[in-house]
């Protein structure tokens, strides 16, 4: 299985090929994510993970593009990023982009299938700080869902990160 780390920093995903624009211990590819096509084959890596790095790029369906050329088809994508809602979103001053939880959706629908490569959605998951108020935050998430949460709550009980899986579909050649 040949796992691609996006913008993986000084922690690499273990086993995996790592690409960053800082020139980190254990990158393999020093490469600015803005500039496509990035430097690998179409239809190379199972798994792509891009962990706090999709709120730093310049255009997302341009990063969505890129991801999908080199994924082989059903390749799974997990993105994780700061819910806009966390102080983390708003007080990095690199981050271009606070995301919801239907950020995934114009990637995934089928009104813009021709204009934007296809994945379906996995799962949306949320992280909270521990304190008690984030368990019965947890609790209600649980209960009423993360649309609930994420319209009625979330800046009162705000969310850390948001962890977004995604598959890869591409038509048949």
Not at 32 to 38: A, G, N
Request: proline share 7%.
């Amino acid at each position: 299985m040949k796992i691609l780390d996006v913008g993986c920093g000084p922690a690499k995903t273990p086993g995996a090929v790592g690409i960053d624009r800082h020139p980190y211990p254990g990158v393999d590819v020093v490469w600015d994510l803005d500039r496509t096509p990035w430097p690998f084959e179409e239809d190379t890596f199972d798994e792509i993970v891009a962990s706090h790095v999709i709120e730093h790029v310049a255009s997302i369906p341009d990063f969505m593009r890129e991801v999908h050329r080199i994924a082989k088809p059903g390749a799974t994508l997990t993105v994780t990023t700061p819910h806009y809602s966390s102080n983390d979103s708003w007080q990095d001053p690199t981050h271009r982009w606070h995301l919801g939880t239907h950020w995934h959706e114009t990637f995934c629908e089928h009104y813009l299938a021709a204009q934007m490569p296809r994945f379906e959605l996995v799962s949306v998951d949320l992280t909270f700080s521990r304190s008690l108020r984030n368990l019965l935050t947890r609790l209600m998430v649980r209960w009423r869902g993360i649309d609930h949460w994420e319209r009625k709550r979330a800046f009162r009980s705000p969310a850390k990160n948001m962890t977004t899986r995604l598959r890869i579909v591409k038509a048949e050649r």
